[in-house]
């Protein structure tokens, strides 16, 4: 597995929480790359978990207290502790999409995936996993990638080499 950079932490963040704050929180985008890299051998749930303090904190320190943002397309967002998961989700894409293709990690992500409804394990599944899965299955997680985020997104994603 290689490492994952603070790098790979705010590309992976800056389209939910817009390249202001993505770029300007350099301490939040090290502690969670740092996090990942030393939980790597540890649940996906439980570095779940860890992100989202840090990412709390993360944002509490770059937005105060009224935890408002602006994306890169202009949209002003309030942050709301509901909106958590999915950005912790966002956050450990670079985790997930560094895992080797091995059948373990497939079956680690895969019920990751099917517990958490992860939208970062679905694309991993789809792009570097697909050879493990017969094709119904393929075909059913191509579907709800699709309609979670758009045929064109899905795409695009899936068509960009990955890192791992």
């Known amino acids: 597995m290689r490492v994952i950079t603070d790098t790979d932490v ?3 963040l800056r389209p939910y929480i817009g390249s202001p704050v993505a770029d300007h929180s350099p301490r939040m985008m090290a502690l969670a790359a740092d996090t990942m890299n030393a939980r790597q051998r540890e649940s996906l749930e439980s570095v779940a978990e860890e992100l989202e303090h840090i990412l709390f904190n993360g944002l509490y320190d770059a937005l105060g207290e009224q935890m408002t943002l602006r994306r890169d397309n202009g949209e002003i ?4 502790l509901r ?6 989700d ?8 560094a895992m080797d293709p091995y059948r373990v990690n497939f079956y ?29 299955e393929n075909r059913r997680q191509r579907t709800s990638l699709t309609e979670r985020i758009g045929e064109e997104a899905c795409t695009r994603l899936l068509d960009r080499p990955s890192k791992g």
């Open 10 to 12: 705010r590309e992976a």
């Open 77 to 80: 967002v309030r942050v709301y």
């Open 83 to 88: 909106m958590l998961p999915e950005v912790v």
């Open 90 to 97: 966002l956050a450990m894409f670079p985790l997930m999409d």
């Open 108 to 136: 680690t992500l895969q019920n990751y995936y099917v517990r958490t409804g992860s939208l970062s394990a679905l694309i991993v599944l789809q792009r570097r996993y697909t050879s493990f899965q017969d094709e119904e």
